[in-house]
């Protein structure tokens, strides 16, 4: 079968296949031929499987793991508007933390306002440029909401507070940073294979979340 995918309206394409098939050796073939037409590519890697195929064509390799360099910041507004960013966040939440009640919601989002407000970044647009918080600013933000809360209250923030603190001074931590990335070259391989398992839906949501903005 010959088939020019880039004489169709629309080349997106599913390669499917049993083990030993070919898919990954069809794959890698299709993306030396967007190479060749000059077409940027994004590769997903969660086994890391085209980090050769990434260095020998002079790619760009973003290895995100516990000890990597690269990571992507959960607050980092990527080039998106804050009110976007905001209502992502609200789906990115329930990743990392796990079931979010509607309560624990309205809090989080009040939390979030505020964290950003201490770094400058507002509803105005002038403002998103700047640099943004990141998981530490948001869990001392609730900190600081707990003290005053009522004692009903003070159970839902302290249920986000413990949570929250796997991913500033815990296991995950890794993500309390700014965001380390260059986005520059025609091949980009985000290799995530050394990621631990519990991390991989949290860093798979903001490497989307990141490539489709980019794109």
């Given at each position: 079968i010959i088939l020019d995918v880039y004489g169709l309206p629309n080349y997106n394409g599913l390669v499917l296949g049993t083990s030993g098939g070919g898919k990954s050796f069809i794959v890698k073939l299709y993306i030396l031929r967007n190479l060749l037409k000059d077409i940027k590519t994004i590769i997903i890697d969660p086994q890391g499987e085209y980090s050769e195929l990434c260095?020998?064509?002079n790619g760009q390799v973003i290895e995100i793991s516990q000890e990597s360099d690269t990571i992507i910041n959960p607050l980092d507004l990527m080039d998106r508007d804050f009110g976007d960013k905001m209502l992502?966040?609200?789906?990115l939440f329930p990743i990392m933390l796990g079931n979010v009640s509607e309560i624990q919601k309205a809090v989080l989002d009040k939390a979030l306002t505020l964290a950003y407000e201490r770094k400058g970044i507002t509803n105005d647009p002038k403002t998103w440029k700047r640099?943004?918080?990141?998981l530490e600013d948001l869990l001392r933000e609730l900190e600081r909401m707990s003290k005053t809360a009522t004692i009903i209250e003070k159970?839902?923030?302290r249920s986000l507070i413990n949570r929250?603190?796997?991913f500033v001074d815990g296991v995950f931590s890794f993500f309390n940073k700014q965001t380390n990335l260059n986005f520059d070259n025609q091949l980009v391989g985000f290799i995530i294979g050394d990621m631990p398992?519990?991390?991989k839906p949290v860093n798979m949501f903001l490497i989307l979340d990141f490539v489709y903005m980019k794109m």
């Open positions: 260095r020998a064509h992502s966040l609200m789906d640099e943004p918080p990141i159970e839902t923030y929250l603190s796997m398992r519990q991390a």
